[in-house]
Protein backbone atom coordinates (compact mmCIF):
# COMPACT_ATOMS: atom_id res chain seq x y z
CA UNK A 1 0.00 0.00 0.00
CA UNK A 2 1.21 3.73 -1.12
CA UNK A 3 1.01 6.41 2.14
CA UNK A 4 0.40 9.25 1.72
CA UNK A 5 0.45 12.39 4.37
CA UNK A 6 -0.02 15.83 3.34
CA UNK A 7 -0.49 19.02 5.94
CA UNK A 8 -2.65 21.28 4.29
CA UNK A 9 -4.41 25.16 5.05
CA UNK A 10 -7.13 23.96 2.61
CA UNK A 11 -10.68 23.11 4.31
CA UNK A 12 -11.73 19.75 5.09
CA UNK A 13 -15.00 20.44 4.98
CA UNK A 14 -15.97 18.67 1.11
CA UNK A 15 -14.02 15.67 2.40
CA UNK A 16 -15.88 12.71 2.81
CA UNK A 17 -16.39 11.30 6.27
CA UNK A 18 -18.04 7.88 5.04
CA UNK A 19 -17.16 5.75 2.13
CA UNK A 20 -17.36 7.54 -1.31
CA UNK A 21 -16.21 6.91 -4.61
CA UNK A 22 -13.29 9.76 -4.78
CA UNK A 23 -12.00 12.83 -3.36
CA UNK A 24 -13.29 16.67 -4.19
CA UNK A 25 -12.48 18.02 -6.97
CA UNK A 26 -9.64 20.47 -5.04
CA UNK A 27 -7.75 17.23 -4.15
CA UNK A 28 -7.58 15.51 -7.32
CA UNK A 29 -3.52 16.59 -7.06
CA UNK A 30 -3.52 14.31 -4.24
CA UNK A 31 -5.18 11.54 -6.44
CA UNK A 32 -2.88 12.22 -9.27
CA UNK A 33 0.48 11.68 -7.11
CA UNK A 34 -0.97 8.91 -5.40
CA UNK A 35 -2.20 7.24 -8.52
CA UNK A 36 1.42 7.57 -9.85
CA UNK A 37 3.41 5.86 -7.09
CA UNK A 38 0.56 3.17 -6.95
CA UNK A 39 0.97 2.15 -11.03
CA UNK A 40 5.17 2.26 -10.20
CA UNK A 41 5.00 0.23 -7.13
CA UNK A 42 2.36 -2.03 -9.14
CA UNK A 43 -0.24 -1.65 -6.23
CA UNK A 44 -4.04 -0.59 -6.39
CA UNK A 45 -4.08 0.22 -2.78
CA UNK A 46 -3.28 3.52 -0.96
CA UNK A 47 -3.90 5.00 2.25
CA UNK A 48 -4.06 9.71 2.13
CA UNK A 49 -3.61 11.30 5.61
CA UNK A 50 -4.58 14.21 6.17
CA UNK A 51 -3.69 17.16 8.53
CA UNK A 52 -6.10 20.05 8.01
CA UNK A 53 -4.48 22.78 10.10
CA UNK A 54 -7.57 24.83 10.49
CA UNK A 55 -10.05 22.46 10.24
CA UNK A 56 -13.67 22.84 8.23
CA UNK A 57 -12.98 26.68 8.85
CA UNK A 58 -15.68 26.90 10.93
CA UNK A 59 -16.14 30.04 12.33
CA UNK A 60 -16.49 29.33 16.07
CA UNK A 61 -13.78 27.13 15.61
CA UNK A 62 -10.98 28.61 13.68
CA UNK A 63 -7.58 26.63 14.52
CA UNK A 64 -9.64 23.57 15.39
CA UNK A 65 -7.34 21.35 13.24
CA UNK A 66 -8.55 17.90 12.08
CA UNK A 67 -6.42 14.85 11.13
CA UNK A 68 -8.42 12.76 8.80
CA UNK A 69 -7.22 9.26 6.50
CA UNK A 70 -9.06 7.79 3.96
CA UNK A 71 -8.19 4.53 2.24
CA UNK A 72 -8.47 4.45 -1.87
CA UNK A 73 -8.39 1.71 -3.83
CA UNK A 74 -7.76 2.40 -7.75
CA UNK A 75 -8.43 0.69 -10.67
CA UNK A 76 -6.05 -0.47 -13.14
CA UNK A 77 -7.54 1.59 -15.58
CA UNK A 78 -7.09 4.50 -13.45
CA UNK A 79 -3.71 3.89 -12.72
CA UNK A 80 -2.92 3.25 -16.61
CA UNK A 81 -4.57 6.88 -18.06
CA UNK A 82 -3.03 8.46 -14.97
CA UNK A 83 0.08 7.22 -16.05
CA UNK A 84 -0.54 8.33 -19.37
CA UNK A 85 -1.61 11.97 -18.73
CA UNK A 86 1.35 12.77 -17.04
CA UNK A 87 3.78 11.15 -19.52
CA UNK A 88 2.11 13.20 -22.35
CA UNK A 89 2.35 16.29 -20.15
CA UNK A 90 5.84 15.75 -19.53
CA UNK A 91 6.38 15.27 -22.99
CA UNK A 92 4.08 18.72 -23.87
CA UNK A 93 6.90 20.42 -21.80
CA UNK A 94 10.02 18.55 -23.36
CA UNK A 95 10.34 16.78 -20.26
CA UNK A 96 11.14 13.26 -21.59
Same mark, same amino acid.
Given at each position: *??????????? +??? /????? &???????? +??? $????? $????????? !? $? *??????????????? /??????? &?? !????????? !??????? /??? $? *? +??? /??
Amino acid at each position: *RVGEIKLTWMS +SRE /MPTEP &ANGLPPKF +SKY $ATQMM $AYCRCLETP !D $A *RLIGFFVNGGYEKHK /MGNPKLL &AW !DLLFTKREL !DENWSML /MNH $A *R +SKR /ML
